[in-house]
């Protein structure tokens, strides 16, 4: 599996590789919560959707605890949620498909951002905003 990511690394173009040195760590646990969400395709539109994904805290996303340490939330191509954890700069579905594996591109403790590995998935979700509502 290490091996596959190396040469997945290698191979993906910036935008799909993991956040910058120096961000914060992402951690399973801090997906659990409700969120606001949106999604962009060009990075110009970053700011004022991830304005969008906080105004809708009315109505959140909620993420819940799952199994085993897992947090539990939908997945592309999915039609129940899924048990994932953070693993590498990467959210993955716990025995589920690489397709719906995602590269975190930004995590500051309050917004999430990232996108799927999959080419098709990547398409049609965008970059997906995930601003945390109220604890």
Do not use: H
Request: net charge positive; glycine share 10%; charged share 20%.
């Amino acid at each position: 599996m290490q091996r596959i990511l190396a040469i997945l690394a290698a191979l993906a173009p910036a935008a799909l590789l993991p956040a910058a040195a120096g961000a914060q760590t992402l951690r399973t646990e801090d997906l659990i919560g409700r969120w606001g969400v949106a999604a962009y395709w060009n990075e110009s539109d970053a700011a004022k959707i991830t304005a969008m994904a906080r105004s809708f805290c009315s109505q959140p996303y909620v993420v819940s605890r799952g199994a085993n340490g897992a947090a539990r939330m939908f997945e592309a191509f999915e039609g129940r949620p899924q048990d994932v954890t953070v693993q590498g700069g990467r959210i993955v579905a716990v025995g589920g498909s690489e397709r719906t594996a995602k590269a975190v591109q930004r995590w500051d403790g309050s917004t999430l951002v990232f996108n799927y590995i999959d080419d098709e998935a990547r398409r049609k979700y965008g970059n997906m905003v995930f601003v945390r509502c109220g604890r």
